[in-house]
C-alpha cells in the first residue's frame, strides 16, 4: 500500500535529484547532494545559476541564503520541498462576462439626455 508519508518521500528524493542534475550540468563536473556547494567548486554567479533555475522549475521564490544554511542540495531540496507544499494555487483568472454596451436602447437615450442637459444641450 502506497501512503502519504512515501509520497512525500518520493517528492523530497525527486527533487534532490533534478538539483544534483542542475547543478552537475552548471558546474561540469558530478555533484553529490550532500557536499557543499562551494566545496564542490560552485561561484558565486553558478549559485545564483542555481537558484534561478529552481525558481523556474518550482514556480518557488527562494533567499539566496537558502544556498548556504546547510551549504548543501541536501538542504536546497528540502527548502525547495517545504515551498511546494506549503504554496497556495495561484488565484483562477476571472472568466469575462459579456455584457452589452450601454445597456438597452432606452439606457442609451436616457445617458445622453443627462449628458447633453449637463453640456447645456437640450436637444432631444
Given at each position: ?7 512525500i ?37 553558478e ?8 525558481s ?10 537558502v ?19 506549503s ?10 462576462v ?27
Open positions: 500500500m502506497y501512503d502519504g508519508a512515501e509520497e518521500q518520493d517528492e523530497a528524493e525527486e527533487i534532490q535529484d533534478e538539483l544534483v542534475r542542475m547543478a552537475t550540468d552548471i558546474l561540469g563536473t558530478p555533484v553529490r547532494p550532500e557536499s557543499g556547494l562551494l566545496e564542490s567548486g560552485m561561484t558565486s554567479v549559485l545564483i545559476t542555481l537558484l534561478e533555475r529552481v523556474a522549475r518550482w514556480q518557488v521564490e527562494l533567499p539566496v541564503d544556498l548556504f544554511d546547510r551549504g548543501d542540495l541536501v538542504g536546497v531540496a528540502e527548502r525547495v520541498h517545504a515551498a511546494t507544499r504554496a497556495t494555487p495561484p488565484p483562477r483568472a476571472a472568466v469575462p459579456a455584457r452589452s454596451a450601454g445597456g438597452t436602447a432606452a439606457d442609451r437615450r436616457a445617458m445622453r439626455h443627462r449628458i447633453r442637459a449637463s453640456l447645456g444641450d437640450h436637444r432631444e
